[in-house]
């Protein structure tokens, strides 16, 4: 059954958006998610990887008719030519083009993003957009204990298509965990994120819990990439895995791995979101709020005090 559209618990809206806006909106829900999602995403998959210079050439032509892609920050190939889209998708930078915030006692983004929902978590529930809630408990699934976070604060970083997709450690840490759960592709653009009920606990997912650093407190910290139509591919350097719909789930991947702050952990195939959660304490960077735009490396939490 697909969820509703318009929810009794979403709260009446004080501004009434032209018809216009809302045909446009419509027309977008319609074209991203009243389509056979996965069966899209798996070919979108294969055709990511076709070995061919001058397909990827007319694929970014195309693509840049629709976003704002531009690769002048990317490291490009040895011989300059970009040989899938696959490869662009999963791009590195030139080197320094991120500084990471040097202060110990800041947590940095894990990666280039525009914020979503944020603030408190009220007791077990977040929200994806307003009027929007989700459970921290069917998020992390039956296997996976989320009370450390109850009452914490949670960022929701929204990649675009057009954006750097790598991630990285927002701290010094130890990555000791990941649950991987299959699942749907939604779409996870704002409109959709504004329709479909508790989308983040639906779509394709996987779980990193990890730990900070001794000296950063060992505070724990989650990071919950979730997957997109189109984008149902993750890369996770220290399981040397790549988690895609052929996994089933949930499946239970012990790790012990650490990672100093600002190295990469993996990379999404394409755009998609990732959600932060951190314990009661953490507070919000200045500037961090819906619709800001940040850049991985640039402060996203602070430590709590010490006492």
């Known amino acids: ?57 007319l694929s970014l032509a195309v ?40 202060d110990t006692a800041v947590l940095c983004s894990p990666c280039d993003a525009i ?30 204990d ?28 130890r990555l000791e965990h990941v649950t991987f759960h299959s699942g749907d592709t939604w779409n996870v653009n704002p409109i959709a994120v504004r329709r479909v009920e508790r989308l983040f606990c639906r779509n394709e997912r996987a779980v990193l819990r990890a730990r900070l650093a001794p000296g950063l407190g060992g505070h724990p910290i989650a990071l919950v990439p979730v997957a997109a139509i189109l984008v149902a591919s993750l890369r996770l350097h220290a399981l040397d895995l790549t988690l895609s719909q052929g996994w089933g789930g949930p499946t239970e991947l012990p790790c012990d791995a650490a990672s100093r ?19 009661k304490g953490f507070t919000r960077a200045r500037g961090i709020e819906p619709g800001a735009r940040i850049r991985m490396g640039e402060p996203l939490l602070r430590l709590p005090a010490r006492t």
């Open 115 to 144: 914020v979503g929902a944020c603030g408190a978590v009220q007791g077990t529930t977040a929200f994806q957009a307003k009027g929007y809630p989700y459970s921290l408990n069917e998020l992390f699934g039956p296997t996976q």
């Open 63 to 102: 693509w840049r008719c629709f976003t704002d892609l531009d690769l002048s920050e990317a490291q490009a190939p040895p011989d300059g030519r970009w040989r899938s889209v696959r490869q662009v998708f999963t791009r590195a930078l030139k080197p320094g083009l991120r500084p990471i915030a040097a």
């Open 1 to 57: 059954m697909n969820p509703p559209l318009n929810p009794p618990s979403s709260p009446p809206s004080t501004a009434r958006p032209s018809l216009t806006t809302l045909l446009k909106e419509d027309l977008n829900f319609l074209l991203t998610n009243r389509v056979p999602r996965l069966a899209l995403t798996r070919a979108m998959g294969r055709y990511a990887r076709i070995d061919s210079p001058w397909l990827t050439r």
């Open 261 to 279: 702050k600002g190295e990469e952990l993996g990379w999404f195939e394409h755009g998609s979101t990732i959600l932060v959660f951190v314990p």
């Open 146 to 173: 989320s009370t450390p976070f109850h009452d914490g604060e949670f960022i929701t970083l929204r990649l675009t298509s057009a954006m750097y997709h790598r991630f990285h450690a927002p701290a010094d840490l």
